[in-house]
């Protein structure tokens, strides 16, 4: 180790043991990003501005939340609530971001596909991104069931209620997550540790595993242009700032992210005052009653998609049980998009409208998810019931299709 | 305009699916029933006939008061409720604002045949009557200057706490309404004459809309078809402030938050509006 001289408690001491402008320079002012980008590459900024916003809204709810199947509703709907001072508006904040997070993820995740910004290199950041949304949604899922109200109780009986396999009847498995032979004290009280300690724990590494598998293929552009990074950042540093294809993270990249995050607080602030029902359904401030199942259960808008696949299959096929079936599509629609980089087999990164089959298939997908997670709501009766079927079915072959599809714009491009 | 575009492509789609799980589904999962209707028609109460208050205070006097306190005029209540409440199944109401919350005519069509003005008939099946019996033996005339006089000595105002307390707390707990007091326990405890314990009403403004509240309250059974839950013939004053009193107690924020809404949002304009000066600042350089 070198010696440093200077003394600890001056400026130049401290630059000397830290090496901050070295650090600075790496991640902010001399790490480049493309130029030729849109706003949605501001989605990652927004998430984790989102995810802050989570985080401190969720310090403030933890200091009045009691983790106990007798206290738990009062403690949310009364004391923090109403007793609290501004304890309702840390919640509505919670609630509503904890939901928004889900549609910004969504976007930053189709961006991603559009623009093939998930292959030749880019399969890492992909796939820390997709176990990013699968820790998402379990910190979603037991936190919705904090609030101990209706929707928290039954969602949580049907979702644990799915590790016992259908027809495998793994009912020791059941057990052993919910912590008895029905939801009780123990699952919320378990719960509770995995959403304020375990999965934020695993969330802030996955997060910076994301940043890091993003630094060495660096971020995708637009035209998916194939960028010298070395030689355009020698452009910009040597003062050719308009003709270089890069732009430093701080300050170009960061001074759009926040034009973006502007508009978005005032989007989200809206749902926080005004339209908050979407994202803290009124039938949870029903307090839990296991003697009593609501008319409708359903979970929050987000999981609709993947839920539907579970109810699409209603009848017996393939001597299969109905729900049998649905277990198994489900499981693969839970895992289907981390394998996306590996049944894509067009050799190219272009973004999908320079794909003519992928661009119909992009679409596609969006539609049949949107058909899926409307329906997924909806009483699976009648009419209902065969949307649920057809649109699970199309959303199977999609993925069975992708392959081949892939292969297809590649040849006809001449790439094979 | 590329990013003008994309912006609208994404925000079509997610307000398709906002509409989708939102209100389409909502219009899917909560069948629309007929309005609330405040006339109560379809009993014969009053059917036109004018009461006389005199002659309605020594009816009163002679057939009601045997059970039902009327403390504003000096009857007091004969047993504390909890005795009350084990002889009859439920405390028999203090009368003193039944003419003020309670329409005139539904309370005509009540006295002459409780069950079926509260639609509760289905209730009582196999020899379980109402708690409160049938005055159908009455002149119509009678019952009328019942009427008349319950007006008659009626406040003319009342708080909303007052309201709830008359038209629901005898069978509704609201424990928000006094957290750490317990007063706004319900009054009696009539789960075995119900068949369960009422729900307790401190977050009914949430868990239900205004609007489902006041359709559930005019007629329980149109969105709850065989509920225990009786018809009680508010008047439409009576029932805007009993729902009013559950906004005060679930809701209490309410006023805090719209007010605090709009300049929390004219703040962040005003940031946006600098970000974007900012952001294109910067960007005249690179482009």
């Known amino acids: 180790m070198a010696e440093i001289k200077e003394s600890f408690f001056s400026a130049e001491g401290l630059e000397k043991r830290l090496n901050g402008k070295k650090f600075w320079k790496t991640m902010m002012t001399e790490y480049w990003i493309p130029k030729d980008i849109n706003f949605l590459w501001a989605m990652g900024v927004v998430l984790a501005t989102t995810f802050m916003i989570l985080i401190v809204s969720g310090i403030f709810l933890l200091m009045y939340y009691k983790p106990d199947t007798a206290l738990a509703f009062d403690s949310v709907n009364y004391t923090i609530m109403q007793d609290v001072a501004y304890g309702w508006l ?11 997070i889900f549609l910004i993820i969504y976007i930053h995740m189709f961006t991603g596909i559009y623009y093939g910004s998930y292959k030749k290199g880019r399969e890492m950041i992909w796939i820390s991104g997709m176990l990013l949304f699968v820790t998402f949604s379990a910190a979603g899922f037991s936190g919705y069931m904090l609030p101990w109200g209706q929707m928290s109780y039954w969602a949580a009986a049907v979702i644990t209620n799915l590790f016992a396999g259908g027809s495998l009847e793994a009912y020791g498995l059941v057990e052993w997550i919910r912590g008895g032979f029905a939801v009780g004290d123990a699952t919320l009280t378990r719960f509770f540790m995995l959403h304020v300690f375990l999965l934020p724990i695993v969330i802030i590494k996955l997060i910076v595993v994301h940043f890091y598998t993003l630094r060495i293929p660096h971020v995708n552009n637009q035209s998916a242009e194939d960028i010298d990074y070395d030689a355009e950042a020698e452009k910009y540093l040597a003062g050719n700032k308009k003709e270089s294809k890069v732009i430093p993270f701080w300050p170009v990249f960061l001074s759009k992210d926040f034009a973006v995050l502007g508009l978005f607080f005032i989007f989200y602030f809206y749902l926080v005052f005004f339209n908050y029902n979407f994202a803290m359904d009124p039938v949870n401030f029903d307090p839990a009653n296991p003697m009593v199942t609501p008319a409708h259960i359903y979970p929050e808008w987000y999981f609709l998609w993947s839920y539907e696949t579970l109810r699409g299959p209603f009848f017996d096929m393939f001597g299969m049980k109905a729900g049998d079936i649905g277990l198994m599509i489900f499981g693969l629609a839970q895992g289907i998009f981390v394998v996306f980089p590996f049944l894509d087999r067009d050799p190219d990164i272009l973004p999908a409208h320079k794909r003519p089959k992928f661009f119909i298939w992009f679409w596609l997908l969006i539609i049949d998810l949107l058909v899926l997670s ?43 | 305009m590329r990013e003008i575009k994309i912006f609208i492509v994404v925000a079509f789609f997610t307000g398709v699916l906002y509409w989708g799980v939102e209100p389409f589904a909502h219009t899917q999962l909560h069948p629309h029933v007929e309005s609330p209707d405040y006339t109560f028609d379809d009993v014969k109460g009053l059917d036109g006939t004018k009461g006389d208050a005199k002659a309605g205070a020594e009816i009163v006097a002679a057939n009601c008061t045997a059970c039902h306190s009327i403390e504003a005029v000096g009857f007091p209540p004969l047993m504390d409720d909890a005795t009350s409440a084990a002889s009859y199944g439920v405390v028999p109401p203090d009368l003193g604002s039944s003419g003020k919350i309670y ?32 005055y159908n033996w009455m002149q119509p005339q009678e019952i009328a200057d019942i009427v008349a006089y319950l007006q008659s ?16 707390q005898r069978c ?43 359709e559930f309250i005019n007629d329980p059974q149109k969105h709850l078809e065989g509920t225990a839950m009786p018809r009680v013939g508010l008047t439409l004053d009576a029932e805007t402030q009993a729902i009013a009193y559950l906004e005060e107690v679930g809701d209490s ?20 509006i600098f970000a974007w000066l900012w952001k294109t600042k910067i960007w005249r350089q690179v482009h």
């Open chain 1, 90 to 100: 840390f919640r509505h904040m919670h609630g509503v971001a904890a939901s928004v």
């Open chain 1, 374 to 416: 409307i329906y997924g709501k909806l009483p699976p009766t009648g009419a209902n019931a065969w949307v649920g079927f057809y649109a699970t079915a199309a959303f199977l072959l999609l993925w069975a299709s992708l392959p081949f599809i892939t292969k297809s714009d590649a040849k006809a491009r001449g790439a094979l």
């Open chain 2, 103 to 134: 329409d005139a005519n539904y309370l005509a069509a009540f006295i002459k045949d409780p069950a079926s003005a509260a639609k509760t008939q289905h209730k009582y099946t196999d020899g379980a009557v109402h708690p409160m019996p049938s």
């Open chain 2, 153 to 168: 000595i009626a406040p003319k105002e009342m708080t909303n706490k007052e309201v709830y307390q008359d038209a629901c």
């Open chain 2, 172 to 214: 509704h707990s609201i424990k928000y309404g006094d957290f750490y007091g317990g007063s706004m326990a319900a009054k009696s405890d009539v789960s075995k004459y119900m068949g369960k314990t009422p729900p307790d009403l401190s977050q009914f403004i949430r868990s239900r809309s205004k609007n489902y509240l006041h």
């Open chain 2, 253 to 272: 924020k309410k006023a805090q938050r719209e007010s605090l809404g709009g300049p929390f949002l004219a703040y962040l304009v005003i940031f946006a």
